[in-house]
């Protein structure tokens, strides 16, 4: 009886110490699944293998979906414009050329290839910005995709000089009822970034400025330009105007594929046609290369861009230069500044070409 007894305590204390046990591993097993994973903590780390591999039930979709929420957070910051490390920064696989967009004076940036597009560096490259006159670029590209005479010819309408009058806007110098060929506005909108240029052409072509910004919107989804809208065809500052760098670039790289609007962006000056108001024509400049003292940078040179400048959108530039054989495209936003003072978005230009050599 005794042995019977102590044979059945025995028993008792085993299977109270296995449940024990039991209780344990679930305890561990449920730390491991739910807690480690909430502070960041590998599972494939610790073991040297994944959760599933090594032994945890495991969910078929888990690492799927992990991935897609880091991507969420990722488009988050680029649609917020909030800097991922490291800020501004890229090291491009051919070179040991370090570009950092970061130190510019332009707080928006981004540097990329003209032959692939691919980007080497950005800084704020999906922050929303106001464009101001690289506006511009768009309006030549509708204009040069819908008119295949650029010998035709537009008379200026009375009507649009007071508005632009009023909102100190650029103009190329033309006159109010002047009849001037579209090719001499297409340099009126480029070189000097002439308003009465981009509206003379917007009302030719689309009937009025607006429904030409709507042709503008839909060349811009064409190109993928996902985070830009349109509102008119000179840039003057509008809430719902804006675009990105990056998208500003995706526009740069598609215009200087037409071999006129490389050509415009490159020139330095321009003399147009004679007029009823301007017997010898009219003398352009480019508003880029009057502000630089030189194109040259070390190991190339800047070829040409389009600048831009609102209170609003402060000092703006789209450029492009060839160093040591490759051409690069470069556009900057933001910086501050105004006619008046130093050309700091010409400076930052020089600046980053002046590292490629």
């Not at 996902?226 to 500052?237: I, Q, R, S, Y």
């Not at 740069?252 to 046609?273: F, G, H, M």
């Not at 030189?294 to 959108?313: F, H, M, N, Q, R």
Request: glycine share 10%.
């Amino acid at each position: 009886m005794r042995r019977r007894r102590r044979r059945r305590r025995a028993a008792g204390r085993m299977v109270r110490l296995g449940l024990a046990v039991a209780v344990c591993a679930v305890g561990v097993w449920a730390l491991c699944r739910c807690v480690l994973p909430e502070i960041g903590v590998d599972l494939g780390e610790m073991g040297g293998e994944t959760g599933e591999a090594a032994g945890w039930p495991g969910d078929e979709n888990d690492g799927i979906v992990r991935k897609e929420e880091a991507g969420e957070v990722k488009d988050e910051k680029r649609r917020t414009g909030e800097a991922e490390a490291p800020t501004g920064e890229s090291l491009t696989e051919e070179s040991s050329v370090r570009v950092d967009l970061a130190q510019l004076y332009s707080p928006c940036a981004v540097l990329a290839e003209a032959d692939s597009g691919r980007v080497l560096a950005e800084h704020n490259g999906q922050k929303r910005i106001y464009p101001a006159s690289l506006t511009k670029l768009m309006t030549a590209v509708i204009v040069l995709e819908h008119v295949a005479d650029l010998s035709e010819t537009v008379t200026l309408s009375t009507e649009m000089f007071s508005l632009l009058y009023i909102r100190h806007a650029s103009v190329a110098g033309f006159e109010p009822e002047e009849t001037v060929c579209i090719k001499d506005l297409l340099y009126g909108i480029l070189l000097p970034s002439g308003a009465e240029c981009s509206i003379a052409c917007a009302e030719k072509i689309a009937g009025s400025e607006e429904a030409f910004a709507e042709l503008m919107n839909q060349k811009a989804r064409e190109l993928g330009m996902e985070d830009t809208h349109f509102c008119n065809v000179t840039g003057l500052h509008e809430k719902e105007h804006f675009s990105t760098v990056c998208d500003m670039a995706v526009l740069l790289r598609y215009a200087l594929q037409n071999d006129t609007l490389r050509e415009i962006l490159s020139c330095k000056s321009y003399v147009t046609e004679a007029t009823g108001f301007h017997p010898e024509g009219l003398i352009f400049t480019s508003t880029l290369f009057d502000l630089l003292d030189t194109p040259d940078v070390p190991g190339g040179e800047i070829l040409g861009g389009k600048t831009g400048y609102t209170k609003e959108a402060g000092l703006c530039l789209a450029s492009f230069a060839r160093i040591g054989g490759q051409e690069y495209l470069l556009v900057t936003a933001g910086a501050d500044g105004s006619h008046q003072t130093k050309p700091f978005h010409i400076l930052d230009a020089q600046k980053v070409y002046g590292k490629l050599q």
